[in-house]
Nanobody, 124 residues
Framework: QVQLVESGGGLVQAGDSLRLSCAASGDTLNNYAMGWFRQAPGKEREFVSSISRSGISTYYADSVKGRFTISRDNAKNTVYLQMNSLKPEDTAVYYC?????????????????WGKGTLVTVSS
């Protein structure tokens, strides 16, 4: 099974940018649709973005559309989340996820595999 390790989180100010990375091991990345979820303090985990196995199709939550960009490099077994124009409400633990389902269905069905998460804190 695939193992996922996130990196790139940290403390930034509102308006700043940050890029998260997710390194996969144990299996070939292009076997999976990939995605990012997040969980803010006191809230449930929520879907952020997903990307198809080929990288052609991407999906976003309305709250991040136009500010976040998901991408993948199957040769490097890595998925990225570029986050621009960050807001305090983006503060959360961000989780990388892998799924056997489609990227389009990932937000509703949930993934099979999770990373341990990386904390993003956006100060105002």
């Amino acid at each position: 099974q695939v193992q996922l390790v996130e990196s790139g989180g940290g403390l930034v100010q509102a308006g700043d940018s940050l890029r998260l990375s997710c390194a996969a091991s144990g299996d070939t990345l292009n076997n999976y649709a990939m995605g990012w979820f997040r969980q803010a303090p006191g809230k449930e985990r929520e879907f952020v973005s997903s990307i198809s196995r080929s990288g052609i199709s991407t999906y976003y939550a309305d709250s991040v559309k136009g500010r976040f960009t998901i991408s993948r490099d199957n040769a490097k077994n890595t998925v990225y989340l570029q986050m621009n124009s960050l807001k305090p409400e983006d503060t959360a633990v961000y989780y990388c996820a892998a799924s056997f389902t489609t990227a389009q269905a990932m937000g509703a069905r949930g993934p099979e595999y999770w990373g341990k998460g990386t904390l993003v804190t956006v100060s105002s």
